[in-house]
């Protein structure tokens, strides 16, 4: 596979020019999808809530544009908690078999309630009611105990519609700045990291 570098981006490396990061994020996504073994949409995502303390966890990227990163969980879980108190997220993509990452950061806020609608009905079907049975970041006394819930839901719904729960609804981080990271030989990284500039992007080369 030919390695789109981090150069293709812009003319004869001017940064100062380069408007426009998803571009290189969807080549970079492109590229990882048919290279990783496993989820690559895999991505890490570190919270803070009004402790301060940050907290980080692997969830799945299930949405990009123009507007920023989606991913879904449970409002009454950890990170829901902690972006209800302190609504910014910082996230990593890492694929390791192409040696490259993307990091981004900025504020969250809530994706409308037609995606998450339309998110959660295109689910697995036990996955939507695991969605009901799970009290997610909660303590739970056993194994059985999610596994007598889930199927008690799942009789309880039978062959019918599986709503989505209020408590249950996706996120977005819109990147205030996107960083992208490609290994180059004796870690002679390259990066290059945009930042918001009005509507647009401002792209710089940044010492590895």
Do not use: C
């Not at 995502?45 to 989606?70: E, H, I, N, Q, Y």
């Not at 950061?105 to 037609?114: A, F, I, L, N, Y």
């Amino acid at each position: 596979m030919d390695r789109l570098r981090i150069d293709d981006l812009a003319p004869s490396n001017d940064f100062t020019r380069a408007t426009d990061p998803w571009a290189l994020f969807a080549a970079w996504m492109a590229q990882a999808e048919a290279s990783e073994p496993n989820d690559a949409n895999a991505m890490a995502l570190a919270t803070a809530g009004s402790d301060g303390l940050p907290d980080v966890r692997m969830v799945l990227l299930k949405g990009v544009d123009a507007r920023g990163f989606v991913f879904y969980t449970n409002t009454d879980s950890a990170k829901g908690e902690e972006l209800a108190q302190n609504p910014q997220a910082a996230l990593v993509l890492h694929w390791k078999s192409l040696r490259r990452q993307i990091r981004a950061r900025g504020p969250v806020s809530h994706v409308t309630p037609e995606e998450a609608d339309a998110y959660f009905a295109s689910r697995a079907r036990d996955s939507r009611i695991g969605a009901h049975a799970s009290r997610q970041s909660r303590p739970l006394a056993d194994r059985a105990t999610l596994e007598a819930e889930v199927a008690a839901l799942a009789a309880r719904f039978e062959d019918g519609p599986v709503p989505r729960p209020e408590n249950w609804i996706g996120f977005r981080v819109a990147p205030v700045s996107i960083e992208f990271w490609q290994d180059g030989p004796f870690r002679l990284h390259d990066r290059v990291r945009f930042t918001r500039a009005g509507d647009g992007w401002a792209g710089a080369r940044l010492y590895p």
